[in-house]
């Protein structure tokens, strides 16, 4: 089997070294190089799935050679890596180069190992988006929830209560099968957020709570790496926006907030009020539809949820009557 390519630039020999010791035994392909033009080389010479580099090299810096790899090879997962952390660095970096991840020297080896483990499967899943058809796209989806085995089946669920509710509003057969594609990959980012965090018994604290948050963001960048359809990215970023303003990243309010991403957080959250989470049991049918109907209008459109709840309510009774 094939193994990805890695790529680690920095002008400190020792420093390589350090990286070859840390993934020795993972089963990526170590590549190095003491300096830009070198990384360059590797870079136009064969496919590099993620790209660490230094930022203070002679010649040419982490961030202009991170901008130049996006260039050349959009699709590798770009990080970089500095021992002078100031806000201006990491701005510039991330609008520069569109850098995935900032890590600050000294690294802690566990985060930096797991960062670019994660970072692979982040390029393997956008190669295989990419090129995909819809069996690829779910067994995808499907792969990224082996994180978290308690979510098993959810991205199918969110899905299909997801079509329920378009089915009920009339939409075009386009829309409905890019919400269906959205919904399968409404969590991709959950790529990286560490496992101990996904499965967590107790509450979050509030940096891991920040951390989970991020997956949204990750998940856009996936879908947009990926070049998938608008309403696939949408769901993504803002399918734990609020109606009424309180949710995330960006606290879009009522309408602002793309109808494909309000259909997925209806389905995502009654999917999860009626599976066990770490954090607590399952809730009952009745209960979850009780909570959204205490939602219509804070959290969840009103008008949405009416629907929702009326084909729910019919699909349980056996009189699905087209919803």
């Not at 089915?167 to 957020?193: N, P, Q, R």
């Not at 709570?209 to 359809?229: C, M, Y």
């Not at 991403?261 to 989470?277: H, L, P």
């Amino acid at each position: 089997m094939t193994q990805d390519h890695v790529l680690f630039v920095d002008d400190e020999q020792n420093i390589l070294n350090a990286y070859r010791r840390l993934f020795f035994s993972d089963p990526i392909d170590v590549l190095t190089a003491s300096n830009a033009p070198d990384g360059m080389e590797l870079i136009e010479s064969i496919p590099v799935a993620v790209i660490v580099s230094d930022n203070v090299m002679p010649g040419m810096s982490g961030i202009e050679f991170l901008a130049w790899a996006k260039s050349i090879s959009p699709e590798s997962v770009r990080i970089l890596v500095t021992g002078y952390a100031d806000l201006s660095s990491a701005i510039a970096a991330i609008n520069r180069s569109e850098v995935y991840k900032f890590i600050t020297k000294p690294w802690d080896e566990a985060d930096l190992r797991q960062t670019v483990l994660d970072s692979v499967d982040r390029y393997k899943i956008v190669k295989s988006i990419k090129s995909s058809d819809e069996s690829t796209l779910l067994a995808m989806a499907q792969t990224i929830e082996l994180k978290d085995p308690l979510t098993k089946g959810h991205c199918e669920r969110v899905a299909y209560y997801a079509m329920l509710l378009s089915e009920a509003m009339g939409l075009s057969d386009d829309m409905k099968t890019k919400i269906k594609y959205g919904s399968w990959l409404h969590d991709c980012g959950k790529i990286g957020v560490p496992e101990f965090i996904l499965n967590k018994p107790g509450l979050l604290d509030d940096e891991q709570f920040e951390t989970i948050k991020n997956h949204s963001r990750w998940g856009a960048d996936v879908a947009k790496a990926a070049q998938l359809p608008e309403p696939v990215i949408n769901i993504a970023l803002y399918h734990h926006e609020r109606y009424n303003g309180a949710g995330y990243p960006l606290g879009l309010q009522g309408h602002e907030i793309p109808i494909e991403a309000r259909i997925a957080a209806i389905a995502d959250s009654f999917d999860a009020m009626t599976t066990d989470r770490p954090y607590r049991r399952k809730l009952s049918i009745d209960d979850a539809i009780k909570i959204l109907i205490e939602d219509r209008g804070i959290s969840f459109d009103p008008t949405m949820v009416d629907l929702f709840i009326k084909c729910l309510s019919e699909r349980l009774d056996g009189n699905g009557n087209g919803c």
